[in-house]
């Protein structure tokens, strides 16, 4: 073989690897993107009282990728002149980073908006369907067993009583005395022989004497006869409601917790203090004279 032929061989070994080389450097040119620089300049002059030219020049440069900013860098020139001389010069450079795309959005502004759709009126078909999905929700809830701890039980079934049985209890409330006898009847109550409604003409002292025998369901299968004295209305409503519930501990013996724990066992005290000797009230002084 010649020395040319073998040279030709090396040259021909060589170039595909000269062919990548130079296909590399294609894809990384075409990989990296152009960069674009804006170079803007602003000079202003200004003339001082002693004749001196001050020059104030202020350039700015950004650089965009892509039409995005990147960085920018601002230039600023100023220079005293006097007689055509520079006599001061200062420059500054300041360089600052743009923001992201993330920064420069507004905030929520990606977020896809919510549609409200309105709201359309049921028919009475469909309200009658919910009305008692409603019902059987309630009744599986009900039939469940899970009873909450603050409900209180339901009173027992109230105990029958002799006809001729007598049940007597007294009661008090501040300086009212209230003497009770609970018969077997059909819930009648009587004060001073007079019925319940001529006694106590406000509902609320009612409220207050059938609070008991409301809450232990012994309303309607009780004659009550009772005779109190002392105090004002108030105070005897207060202590009839005391004198019965004492009476209803001796019919069933049961009903003290829940007679007890509705507070109608427990006797007020609360009563007004009587004047004193030497005192306006019960503890009022007379106002101190000096002379």
Known sequence: MSEEETNDEAVSEETPDEAKSEETVEETAEETPEVEV????????????????????????????DGEVVEETVVVEEAVVEDGEVVEEEVFVAETAAASDEASEVPGANLEPISVEPVAELSIEERARLEAEE?????????????DEDVPPPPPA????AKDARFIATGKRKRSVARVIVLAG????????????????????????????????????????????????????????????????????????????RGFLTRDSRAKERRKAGLKKARKKPQFSKR
Do not use: C, M, W
């Open 38 to 65: 804006d170079v803007e300049l602003e000079v202003t002059e200004e003339v001082a009282e002693d004749g001196s030219v001050e020059v104030e020049a202020v350039q700015t440069e950004t650089v965009t990728e």
């Open 158 to 161: 109230p105990a029958k009583i």
């Open 186 to 261: 059909d819930g009648k109550i009587q004060i001073n022989d007079r019925e319940i409604e001529e006694y106590f003409p406000r509902a609320r002292h009612r409220t207050i004497v059938n609070s008991p025998l409301v809450a232990t369901g012994y309303d309607s299968n009780l004659e009550i006869r009772i005779r109190v004295h002392g105090g004002g209305i108030s105070g005897q409503a207060g202590a009839v409601r005391h004198g019965i519930a004492r009476a209803l501990t001796e019919v069933d013996p049961e009903l003290r917790a829940e007679l007890k724990r």
């Open 135 to 147: 019902e059987e929700r309630a009744e599986l809830e009900a039939s469940s067993g899970e009873e």
